[in-house]
């Protein structure tokens, strides 16, 4: 019995240290510095960390959200699109010849390929490249990666 009150006393000393470290912090109430309230003012992650709720108040989404939550958030607040998450043109076929450009700011992107005209079938997921373009296996239509933001597409990663 003597062994287990030892040991039970040695797990208990550091989680005790860490209550108290986080009652300082909590009772500071200083407002993260830096914090982004529109996209204009995001200038790296330290500046997507939300600032919490007023005391005495329920958070809204947008108080408590970080990272990329708050990124889209922010975007949302301003009408743009962060994601780009508009439709693909499916109103033609992408031939070999033509095929339907995709901007990407990596050299690749997953497409999910509906057919045309859209819904003719089920969805087929696709990964074209900035080498290889991809071609659904339902329908045929073709999508090449456009790349977006670099320089020098065929040169490679410039970091």
């Known amino acids: 019995m003597l062994a287990l009150r030892q040991s039970s006393l040695r797990v208990m000393r550091p989680a005790s240290r860490m209550l108290s470290t986080t009652r300082i912090f909590y009772q500071s109430n200083k407002p993260v510095s830096g914090t982004a309230h529109n996209l204009a003012e995001v200038n790296g992650p330290n500046s997507l960390i939300g600032e919490g709720a007023k005391e005495g108040a329920v958070p809204t989404d947008i108080d408590q ?95």
């Open 65 to 159: 959200a970080t990272g990329l939550e708050r990124l889209e958030l922010l975007g949302k607040l301003e009408g743009v699109d962060v994601f780009d998450t508009k439709p693909l043109d499916s109103s033609r076929k992408g031939t070999m010849q033509d095929p339907i450009i995709i901007e990407s700011y990596d050299d690749y992107r997953y497409v999910g390929c509906t057919g045309s005209p859209a819904g003719s079938h089920t969805i087929m997921w696709l990964k074209p490249t900035v080498k290889q373009v991809a071609r659904c296996w339902e329908c045929g239509s073709v999508y090449k990666v456009k790349p977006v933001g670099v320089e020098d597409p065929e040169g490679g990663h410039h970091h």
